[in-house]
């Protein structure tokens, strides 16, 4: 058995027995791990009130190969993310973007520059105002890609040719799109040029710039339905996230 200590931000928590707590962390050093915290609703433990849901932490606990559920020992607050707690928006993004990683995402393999994208998008959620739901957007896009299944955004799957501003048409099972005119034949989820032009500029934007987005309600629609399709393609058994679900609710118009 060894006492491992690593960064992790909680994706979930459940009660257990009268005073412990099952969680679920993604871990910058082994990837995600379940965890039991012993006692850890009793109101003198030392890691009460440092289990909420999206909080960075800085973790101690026991690590044995031959099981599934790891001790934890120790919880330290990096960063609770407090600003997201009573703003509807922020809670349900970032609890969006953990679901996300949290379904996406098996096994203990460490990935680094994954638990590092999702700590600066949380952060990022938390501090700015604006339109967060463009970071969400920008995880989105930046997950995809260390994931592996990358879409082929920019020149038509078909023909080869250049996607313009007339848009294109975007097929979520052939990682990609197609050009306007292969779309009159082929078929597929039609998208705007002005849809492209954002999804473009994400991928070389920063995670803090994407708030400057100010998208109308059917450029919105059009990235939802396309990562909401590309996700549901690529991820076994995805749904709509149901936290994304519950914001679309509130933001219809």
């Known amino acids: ?71 934890l020992t120790q919880a330290e607050i990096i960063n609770p993310h407090l600003q997201m707690y009573g703003n509807f928006n922020k809670s349900t993004l970032g609890l969006a973007v953990g679901e996300l ?62 996607l313009s501003m007339k848009g294109g048409f975007f097929q979520a099972e052939n990682g990609g799109l197609i050009c306007h005119d292969c779309g009159s034949t082929y078929g597929g989820l039609q998208v705007s040029g002005e849809t492209l032009e954002i999804l473009f500029w994400l991928q070389k934007a920063q995670p803090h710039e994407a708030v400057q987005l100010n998208p109308d309600m059917g450029r919105k629609a059009e990235i939802r339905k396309m990562f909401d399709l590309y996700f549901k393609t690529h991820i076994e058994q995805m749904r709509t996230l149901k936290a994304l679900k519950l914001y679309y609710e509130m933001h219809r118009g």
């Open 101 to 162: 990683l949290d379904k996406g995402v098996g096994g203990q393999d460490a990935m680094p520059a994954l638990f590092d994208l999702f700590r600066d998008v949380l952060d990022v959620i938390n501090q700015s105002s604006g339109f967060t739901e463009g970071v969400v957007w920008y995880f989105e896009g930046r997950f995809i890609d260390l994931m592996g299944y990358k879409p082929t955004w920019d020149t038509c799957l078909r023909c080869s040719s250049p």
């Open 1 to 71: 058995m060894a006492i491992l200590k690593t960064e992790a931000i909680l994706l979930k928590s459940w009660n257990f027995r009268e005073t412990s707590k099952l969680l679920s962390f993604y871990t910058r050093d082994s990837g995600k791990v379940k965890m039991i915290a012993k006692g850890a609703r009793s109101p003198k433990s030392p890691l009460k009130g440092r289990l909420e849901p999206l909080c960075h932490l800085q973790l101690v606990y026991y690590h044995k190969q031959t099981r599934d559920l790891q001790l």
